[in-house]
């Protein structure tokens, strides 16, 4: 007899390698077979320099790296920006010395949307040195997002580990009103149950009676923007649809495996939301939950319009031009303006919208067309928002600066971006959207008419290995320590993008990325980590937002000597691991009572206790996972590595 378990256990409970039962469960620390990874160039970055610490091993399968260069690039910035054209001949470099399949060069495609419409496939592992890696669950794949040296590692010995995590499930009432999509959805998830909240690490199952009528591409958003709502993974179950889409393709179609949940499936909580009523919602800036209906904005004044990165479909893409298309033909005159940009994820979306007449609807309404890439939702190529400007935009994030420094995003869906755009004035999509030809939609989506093929759903097979006792990794870096020093205190949801901006991210020295540490938010941080403020006390979701690696440099380099949080997003907290960078969980209200900005504080790692030195009262920390303990006596992921070769993974996991 085995377990009952979530969509996500079977998937990890299929790839784990040398378990002791045939079922997983929150908690167990699993030694997994990786099927792909992935990165962008920016990414790479700091992946090489974990490559070339590792001696430029050999990559495991040449056919199952995936590498795309998105990020920083642009026409304008490859012909002028010298970190734009170095990471882009660092990432063809590699490609070509390494040989790998699947090398996508600049403004071919964005990293997430070529990889989902041509290569996963359902019930596989997918690590991504990106945060929205989670995308990838829509098509009912395990993917999540991880720090460079995670993936680094994947790429060359085909494993990973992973404590498997607590899951939540997400039931979704009632049929969509036509135009409301994914992004919507999503928005409105969070904006009822908050980021960083119930997701908080979790995975996220997405389920329900309304889903089974959702696109891939819905599906894709919604998993996409999982990182924004806090979750490790964001997974729906692959059905007909999934089937369908996966059919049409060349090839990577014939690998899927339909795992479906248990009934009695161990989530952790249930959340129901009714999306019958469901219209066009707005998240305001700085954070993706802060989010209202559309008509308490309608008439607010734009600076700007973009409809664009990884979480905007072609779906999206369509819908936004046949809303243009409305607005148009109900003499509607676009304003005067530069600052309307569309960006399609792929050149084979951008062809089909250039053949079926979809792109001139978007440049008669006053839209600039731009090449595939992250464009403006990055905000480090050369197209970005000015200081104090407003920027309604289909991407997943509005952190402070994300667009451009100084300036406001408002994330909406591409219809809502599309609808507004016009008269550059928030509105309402509705009165356009109900003037579509909901047949002419489908047929552009080449949906029309199509028949969904049956399915098999099927149950992991576990290859099931004696238990092993647990044991010491190493004792590289086992010495007793107690670090003393002065607090530098944030509050909650403190992103990556705020300790690194990705203006920076090109740098991989320690002092000169440490000196932009906190450089928008915090300019002080830096001199004040230098004069023994060095120890970081914070809330809730510390380093949530991007997998940036980056971020853990940073503060390494500020000279931060440990962190301390009520909870962690979980690629930054793994980030932290792999870079030795000490952390403990702390839940006593009392101690961030007492642990204000400079008080004094002692950190005993091997006791896992904090004490605040002024009161002399001492706090108990959560204990730290066997694999975590392991990977800090041997100094980090790197170390370890060298240290153990590919037996690393079955030495840590053993403790």
């Known amino acids: 007899m085995r377990k009952p378990m979530t969509l996500t256990q079977k998937i990890l409970a299929a790839h784990a390698i040398g378990h002791p039962r045939p079922w997983v469960e929150a908690g167990d620390v699993l030694r997994i077979k990786v099927d792909w990874t992935i990165a962008s160039e920016l990414a790479w970055n700091g992946m090489a320099r974990t490559w070339e610490l590792l001696g430029k091993p050999a990559v495991h399968d040449r056919e199952r790296f995936y590498l795309a260069i998105d990020h920083t690039v642009d026409p304008v910035t490859l012909a002028s920006d010298k970190r734009a054209q170095k990471l882009t001949q660092l990432s063809r470099d590699f490609a070509k010395e390494s040989g790998i399949q699947h090398f996508y060069d600049a403004n071919e495609t964005i990293l997430h949307t070529r990889f989902y419409r041509d290569?996963?496939?359902?019930?596989?592992?997918?690590?991504?040195?990106?945060?929205?890696?989670?995308?990838?669950?829509?098509?009912?794949?395990?993917?999540?997002?991880?720090?460079?040296?995670?993936?680094?590692?994947?790429?060359?010995?085909?494993e990973s580990w992973i404590e498997v995590p607590e899951a939540i499930a997400v039931d979704y009432e009632g049929e969509l009103p036509f135009g409301i999509g994914g992004k919507d959805v999503i928005l409105e998830t969070l904006g009822k149950l908050g980021r960083n909240t119930v997701a908080m690490e979790r995975s996220v199952e997405y389920r329900g009676e309304a889903v089974r009528k959702w696109s891939t591409d819905v599906r894709f958003t919604i998993a996409n923007m999982t990182a924004e709502f806090g979750g490790l993974n964001g997974i729906f179950e692959p059905d007909a649809v999934v089937a369908d889409w996966v059919s049409r393709r060349n090839s990577h179609n014939d690998a899927g495996r339909y795992f479906r949940?248990?009934?009695?499936?161990?989530?952790?909580?249930?959340?129901?939301?009714?999306?019958?009523?469901?219209?066009?919602?707005?998240?305001?800036?700085?954070?993706?939950?802060?989010?209202?209906?559309?008509?308490?904005?309608?008439?607010?004044?734009?600076?700007?319009?973009f409809i664009g990165a990884c979480t905007t479909t072609e779906e999206e893409l369509v819908l936004g031009a046949l809303v243009l298309e409305q607005a148009l033909a109900q003499g509607m005159k676009p304003v005067a303006t530069q600052k309307r940009l569309v960006v399609p994820g792929d050149l084979a979306i951008m062809s089909h919208l250039r053949e079926t007449g979809l792109l001139a609807i978007y440049e008669k309404a006053g839209f600039r067309v731009g090449p595939p890439g992250c464009s403006m939702c990055l905000g480090i190529a050369s197209e970005r928002a000015e200081k104090g400007e407003h920027w309604i935009t289909s991407q997943n994030r509005n952190?402070?600066?994300?667009?451009?420094?100084?300036?406001?995003?408002?994330?909406?869906?591409?219809?809502?971006v599309a609808a507004s755009a016009t008269m550059m004035k928030v509105a309402d999509p509705r009165p356009l959207l109900a003037g579509v030809d909901q047949e002419r939609y489908a047929e552009l989506l080449r949906r029309k008419n199509r028949l969904?093929?049956?399915?098999?759903?099927?149950?992991?097979?576990?290859?099931i290995a004696p238990a092993h006792a647990g044991g010491a990794a190493g004792a590289a870096n086992a010495d007793a320590q107690v670090l003393r020093g002065g607090v530098q205190r944030f509050g909650d949801s403190v992103d990556t993008d705020a300790i690194i901006p990705g203006d920076f991210c090109h740098l991989t020295d320690l002092a000169e990325i440490g000196a932009k540490c906190f450089h928008f938010v915090r300019p002080e941080f830096v001199g004040r980590a230098k004069e023994g403020r060095n120890v970081i006390v914070a809330g809730e979701g510390w380093g949530s937002g991007s997998s940036r690696e980056h971020a853990v440099w940073a503060l390494k380099g500020a000279g931060v000597q440990a962190v301390i949080a009520k909870s962690y997003a979980f690629i930054h907290k793994r980030n932290?691991?792999?870079?030795?960078?000490?952390?403990?969980?702390?839940?006593?209200?009392?101690?961030?009572?007492?642990?204000?900005?400079?008080?004094?504080?002692?950190?005993?790692?091997?006791?896992?206790?904090?004490?605040?030195?002024?009161?002399?009262?001492?706090?108990?920390?959560?204990?730290?996972?066997?694999?975590?303990?392991?990977?800090?006596?041997?100094?980090?992921?790197?170390?370890?590595i060298q240290r153990h070769g590919n037996r690393v993974f079955s030495v840590l996991s053993a403790g």
Do not use: C, W
């Open 576 to 640: 932290l691991v792999n870079e030795a960078l000490p952390y403990l969980v702390v839940k006593d209200e009392a101690f961030y009572e007492l642990a204000g900005e400079g008080e004094e504080i002692a950190v005993d790692l091997a006791g896992g206790t904090v004490t605040h030195v002024g009161s002399g009262r001492s706090f108990a920390a959560q204990p730290l996972a066997q694999v975590v303990q392991a990977l800090a006596r041997e100094g980090g992921l790197v170390p370890a």
């Open 452 to 463: 969904l093929p049956e399915i098999r759903t099927t149950e992991p097979e576990v290859a």
């Open 119 to 158: 290569l996963v496939q359902p019930g596989e592992v997918v690590l991504g040195a990106d945060s929205h890696t989670s995308s990838h669950g829509g098509m009912g794949a395990f993917a999540i997002g991880l720090g460079g040296a995670d993936i680094t590692a994947a790429m060359v010995l085909g």
């Open 261 to 305: 949940a248990d009934d009695d499936a161990p989530y952790l909580e249930r959340f129901r939301i009714d999306l019958s009523k469901l219209g066009p919602v707005i998240a305001r800036p700085f954070s993706p939950d802060n989010v209202f209906g559309v008509e308490t904005m309608l008439g607010m004044e734009l600076q700007g319009a």
């Open 399 to 416: 952190f402070e600066n994300r667009m451009g420094e100084g300036s406001f995003a408002y994330l909406a869906s591409a219809a809502t």
